[in-house]
């Protein structure tokens, strides 16, 4: 998935939804930042992810990394994502900082598949039109052949 063009930043904006809203119910909870990252490595749904959260786990675990440096780093998730994530580290609302990130990120994965539905439309009306101007030319071949052996 993450070779197609169109896919691709679908996959990742919706992967990248849902890590923020799970992270942020995870913060809210009280969890801490290495807890709620080994969760987030078994549930996010991705095995590309998947791995980079296991790294940054244990950069944040032995190097004492921020956050945000590792989402940055990660280069995963949409740059604004790890900008969010340092403003709200900085002013201590990171849970509601991620949730607002998830809600904008499901809301831009919307748009993104109707946009991409939308191109998709003109290509399908193509296909259907010679689909259909097969079938007329294979019907009205044969009667053309008829009516000239008449």
Request: hydrophobic share 50%; aromatic share 6%.
């Amino acid at each position: 998935i993450l070779r197609v063009p169109v896919l691709d930043v679908l996959h990742r904006f919706s992967v990248s939804a849902r890590f923020c809203r799970t992270a942020s119910v995870l913060f809210e909870c009280g969890l801490g930042q290495l807890q709620t990252l080994e969760l987030l490595a078994t549930v996010v749904g991705s095995p590309v992810l998947e791995e980079h959260l296991q790294e940054m786990t244990r950069n944040v675990r032995d190097n004492g990394a921020r956050f945000s440096t590792e989402m940055l780093a990660i280069k995963f998730f949409p740059a604004q994502c790890a900008h969010l994530v340092a403003v709200g580290e900085e002013a201590g609302k990171m849970p509601h900082m991620l949730d607002r990130l998830a809600d904008n990120l499901e809301e831009t994965v919307d748009i993104l598949a109707v946009q991409s539905l939308n191109l998709l439309e003109p290509i399908m009306l193509g296909i259907m039109g010679i689909a259909v101007g097969f079938v007329l030319w294979s019907v009205f071949v044969p009667v053309y052949e008829l009516v000239q052996v008449i």
